[in-house]
């Protein structure tokens, strides 16, 4: 509101011609933190000079033809929309100003092209007036930085994944918690993205270090998504009862959250961190040979049992077979078993309805 009547008062000493025009840009770019208010103000005053100089150049060409002149306009404000539609952030805000400043003041001033370099002029000068005295009451009083924001959202945000890892991974957490904060961690990340891009604005280190915070909440958000499917495939296992899988595996997630502390104590700076990163990446290269003993020794169990000798049987899937040195002979009493063969016999009672493949060859 200080902005806005300051403007009001400077609009009527300098004689302007629409001071309305000014007030709006003022409530229009205001935003609750200083980075904000500059990139929504570069993104309004690019949007209204690009639409402007549209607006001469289809002017120039299409003054003496109306239905050129609004086929042209009309597809200059798609290719706006177009632009707006892909982008993000305040990046479509400038899209859009391009596109609707062509239009609201092109079209009026076709009808009088002599005085549209006059009503280009005039309209730069409302928003660019209102520009600097918002972005200069927003810097001046009381002022929220989005730099700090961001700084801060990294800290928290570290000591929450790795709390989360650690709790998921010693089995500490239920399934739906874990959900919820994996759906936290992806609210977070699109918070971050758009806090970034305006942090650019406020001051140059920020702007140095934007390309360093992008990288950082890409590779979290790579990180996230990879445990989370782990996650995922964990209750997969779990669902399909391959009680032996887990059980080979569980031994190996225990041993990361100690990873994560020095002397029992969690991660909490950056030193501690460049420690946990080093013991991390031990854990990581000595891994895959520990991977390979303990499936080789899974395979060595496996085929041990599978090579105790069963006499007089042929096991496959629920079938039992018993192999007999001669023919069954025929009894007058009611048979109890089905000769599948000269030297094959199975028992109807221990037999599927599906022979197993060694009485099938034999038979």
Request: proline share 6%; hydrophobic share 45%; aromatic share 8%.
């Given at each position: ?180 904060t994996n759906l936290a961690f992806v609210s ?20 140095m270090r934007g390309g360093r915070f992008a ?31 887990i059980a080979a595996l569980e031994p190996f ?111």
């Amino acid at each position: 509101m200080l902005a806005a009547l300051l403007l009001l008062w400077i609009a009527m000493r300098l004689d302007m011609q629409q001071p309305r025009t000014t007030m709006t840009t003022v409530f229009v770019v205001m935003q609750p933190q200083s980075g904000m208010v500059l990139a929504k103000s570069f993104y309004r005053f690019c949007g209204t000079m690009v639409g402007l100089v549209v607006m001469m150049i289809l002017i120039s060409l299409f003054s003496q033809q109306p239905v050129l002149f609004l086929s042209a306009t009309a597809l200059w404000v798609g290719v706006c929309t177009a632009g707006a539609a892909r982008n993000r952030n305040f990046c479509p805000y400038g899209f859009v100003l391009a596109g609707y400043t062509a239009a609201v003041i092109g079209i009026p001033a076709a009808q009088h092209p002599e005085g549209a370099y006059l009503s280009a002029l005039t309209r730069v000068g409302e928003v660019t007036l209102g520009i600097v005295c918002a972005d200069a009451v927003s810097a001046l009083v009381f002022p929220q930085h989005a730099g700090e924001q961001v700084r801060t959202t990294v800290r928290r945000r570290f000591t929450q994944f790795v709390d989360y890892v650690c709790r998921a991974l010693s089995g500490d957490m239920e399934r739906s918690q874990i959900e919820r904060t994996n759906l936290a961690f992806v609210s977070d990340i699109v918070g971050f993205e758009a806090a970034r891009s305006v942090a650019v604005f406020e001051n140059p280190e920020s702007r140095m270090r934007g390309g360093r915070f992008a990288r950082l909440n890409s590779e979290f958000m790579s990180t996230s998504t990879r445990f989370h499917a782990l996650h995922q495939l964990m209750n997969r296992l779990r669902e399909n009862a391959s009680v032996t899988t887990i059980a080979a595996l569980e031994p190996f997630f225990r041993e990361v959250p100690p990873l994560f502390s020095i002397a029992g104590e969690p991660v909490r700076n950056a030193a501690d961190a460049a420690h946990a990163a080093a013991q991390l990446r031990e854990y990581k290269a000595a891994l895959p040979k520990r991977m390979r003993a303990a499936r080789s020794r899974r395979i060595r169990i496996s085929f041990s049992w599978s090579s105790i000798p069963r006499r007089n049987c042929c096991i496959a899937s629920s079938t039992t077979c018993s192999r007999t040195p001669k023919p069954t002979r025929r009894s007058p009493r009611p048979r109890t078993s089905a000769s599948v063969g000269p030297h094959v016999t199975c028992r109807r009672p221990t037999c599927s309805p599906r022979p197993s493949p060694g009485c099938a060859a034999r038979s």
